[in-house]
Structures are given as C-alpha cells and as structure tokens.
C-alpha cells in the first residue's frame, strides 16, 4: 500500500510539472534506458544457500564443542543451539532402608544453527560428515535472488532521480517535503532488503540436528518412601496398646463432663418403664374384669 501511494505521488508530482519537464528533460530518456540495459547485463548472481544434517554421533557435548571449533575456523559465527535430554525410563531399586538404587535411560540431541561463508560451505558439510557415526540425512537449498536485487537497486535509484527532480521543481507554496520523504524512506527499504540479501549471499544458514545413543545411568539417592521409615511390627503394636488406653480415658473424662446429662437420663428412663409397668397392668386389670364378666 505505500509503495502505491509513493507511485501515485510521484506520478501527480510529474503530471503537473510537465512545463518543466522540457528544461529538466523527459522522465525515462533513450540514454536511462540504455544505462538500465547495460546494468541488468552486469549485475552479478546472488544466489543464496541453506543446508541442513541430521547425523548421530558418539557424545553430543563433545560433537558440540568440535562443531564451534571448526565453525570458528571457517570463519562462521554460531547464530544458535541447544542441548537436551529426553528421559526415555527411569525406575528406582531399593538398595537399603534409606537409599534407593535409581536407573534412567535418557536421550541426549542437539541443535545448532550456524552462519558459513558460501564458499566454504561445501568443506564445511564434509567435516561434519567426518563428525559423525552416520549421517541420517543432509540437503542443500539455493534461492537465486538476482531479479529481486536488481529490482530494488534500479528501483532506488529511480527514486534518487524522483527526489532530485522534485526538489528542483518545488516552490515555496508547494514544497512537496511529504511526498520527497516518502520516496526517500521506499529507498531506504530497498537499499536495505538488498544489504540483507548480500549478507546472506555472504553467509549461509545451516542447521543441525544430532543425537546419541540412549545413555543409562546409575545413582544412589535417598529412599523417598516414608513407608520404609515407620517402627517396626512390635514396637507399633505397642504405640497401639499405649495410645487406645490413651483414647480411653480421654472418653472417661468426656462423659464425666457430662455427669448431669447421664443422671437425667437414668430418671428418665425409671420413669418411663414405671409408667409402661402401671399402664400395663391397669390393662391386664381391665382385661381380667371383662373375662370374669363374661363367664358369669
């Protein structure tokens, strides 16, 4: 979108200056045609490469310090890398009552990313090859970017020329700042996309993955069952003896808290059977008067 209302201003900027255009000359003349003819025909490849390998080697931390050597000696920078260990098993063996035998089997990969000069790259992938055990995989991409290039340098150059002639062209009413800041910062961009594609031209990106065998290791730790750590049978059969006489007078001493509650509830329940008793044999009374009623 600004670069089409950069086009579109410089497009009105020389529409409207046409009188001024036969002192300046026209826009696209034979001879800046014939300059962009002769440019293209000189322009030199830009081609950039990326690699990458995947290999297995023998041990990761030795393979990593071997690769920032050789990398140093190219004349690269390493841009990045990692290393990890994946923990594939891991059990734990009693070895005595507070210590534990654990085994674990574990992964260790790496990642690396390095800069190269391209020349250099080639001899760079050999060396690896010699690195490692065996090579899973490597492959190499090159992305030739020299239309692009001379796209944006005779693009920034036309907007050197646009400049200068809107600079000649303004007057004190109609400055065009606006429309000669726009154009100049579109050069800046292009100037800049192509000092990146010359640094990675310069310099290509490989990226490395490798790995190692999986890795047992043993080690004593500290027992971590707090079931290991209780008394033994006899001496918890006793804590058991001594603590339920403890929870015993415990309630002793609860219900002697309660003392009144406990009596009223012994009056209660006299009371009561008193009364089932009474209303029981004022019953049997009642039934044994009706029976001798009707005998006679």
Same mark, same amino acid.
């Given at each position: 979108?600004?670069?089409?209302?950069?086009?579109?201003?410089?497009?009105?900027?020389?529409?409207?200056?046409?009188?001024?255009? #036969?002192?300046?000359? &026209?826009?696209? *003349?034979?001879? $800046? %045609?014939?300059?962009?003819?002769?440019?293209?025909?000189? /322009? =030199?490849?830009?081609?950039?490469?990326?690699?990458?390998?995947?290999?297995?080697?023998?041990?990761?931390?030795?393979?990593?310090?071997?690769?920032?050597?050789?990398?140093?000696?190219?004349?690269?920078?390493?841009?990045?890398?990692?290393?990890?260990?994946?923990?594939?098993?891991?059990? #734990?063996?009693?070895? &005595?009552?507070? *210590?534990?035998? $654990? %085994?674990?089997?574990?992964?260790?990969?790496?990642?690396? /990313? =390095?800069?190269?000069?391209?020349?250099?790259?080639?001899?760079?992938?050999?060396?690896?090859?010699?690195?490692?055990?065996?090579?899973?995989?490597?492959?190499?991409?090159?992305?030739?970017?020299?239309?692009?290039?001379?796209?944006?340098?005779?693009?920034?150059?036309?907007?050197?020329?646009?400049?200068?002639?809107?600079?000649?062209?303004?007057?004190?009413?109609?400055?065009?700042?606006?429309?000669?800041?726009?154009?100049?910062?579109?050069?800046?961009?292009?100037?800049?996309?192509?000092?990146?594609?010359?640094?990675?031209?310069?310099?290509?990106?490989?990226?490395?993955?490798?790995?190692?065998?999986?890795?047992?290791?043993?080690?004593?730790?500290?027992?971590?069952?707090?079931?290991?750590?209780?008394?033994?049978?006899?001496?918890?059969?006793?804590?058991?003896?001594?603590?339920?006489?403890?929870?015993?007078?415990?309630?002793?001493?609860?219900?002697?808290?309660?003392?009144?509650?406990?009596?009223?509830?012994?009056?209660?329940?006299?009371?009561?059977?008193?009364?089932?008793?009474?209303?029981?044999?004022?019953?049997?009374?009642?039934?044994?008067?009706?029976?001798?009623?009707?005998?006679?």
């Amino acid at each position: 979108m600004k670069r089409i209302i950069i086009a579109m201003a410089v497009a009105a900027c020389l529409f409207g200056c046409q009188n001024a255009e #036969k002192k300046y000359g &026209s826009v696209a *003349s034979t001879e $800046e %045609i014939s300059a962009t003819d002769s440019t293209t025909s000189t /322009v =030199a490849p830009k081609i950039i490469k990326t690699a990458d390998m995947r290999f297995r080697v023998k041990d990761v931390q030795n393979t990593k310090e071997k690769l920032s050597q050789t990398i140093k000696a190219q004349g690269g920078t390493v841009a990045e890398f990692s290393i990890q260990s994946v923990i594939q098993e891991s059990q #734990k063996v009693k070895q &005595s009552i507070d *210590s534990l035998k $654990e %085994i674990t089997s574990y992964r260790t990969e790496g990642y690396l /990313v =390095a800069k190269v000069p391209s020349e250099r790259l080639d001899d760079f992938t050999n060396a690896i090859a010699k690195m490692a055990v065996f090579v899973d995989n490597q492959s190499m991409k090159m992305d030739d970017q020299s239309i692009n290039y001379l796209s944006n340098k005779l693009k920034a150059n036309n907007r050197v020329e646009a400049v200068e002639r809107i600079n000649k062209m303004a007057t004190k009413k109609s400055p065009n700042v606006e429309t000669s800041l726009l154009i100049k910062d579109d050069y800046v961009d292009r100037k800049i996309e192509n000092l990146l594609i010359d640094n990675r031209v310069k310099y290509s990106t490989i990226t490395l993955n490798f790995y190692q065998d999986n890795t047992v290791k043993t080690m004593i730790v500290a027992n971590d069952n707090v079931y290991d750590y209780k008394p033994g049978f006899a001496d918890r059969f006793w804590l058991g003896l001594v603590n339920g006489w403890t929870i015993f007078k415990e309630i002793i001493l609860a219900l002697s808290n309660l003392w009144m509650l406990i009596l009223v509830g012994v009056g209660v329940f006299f009371v009561a059977r008193y009364l089932i008793r009474k209303n029981k044999l004022a019953t049997d009374l009642a039934t044994r008067n009706l029976i001798d009623r009707a005998m006679q």
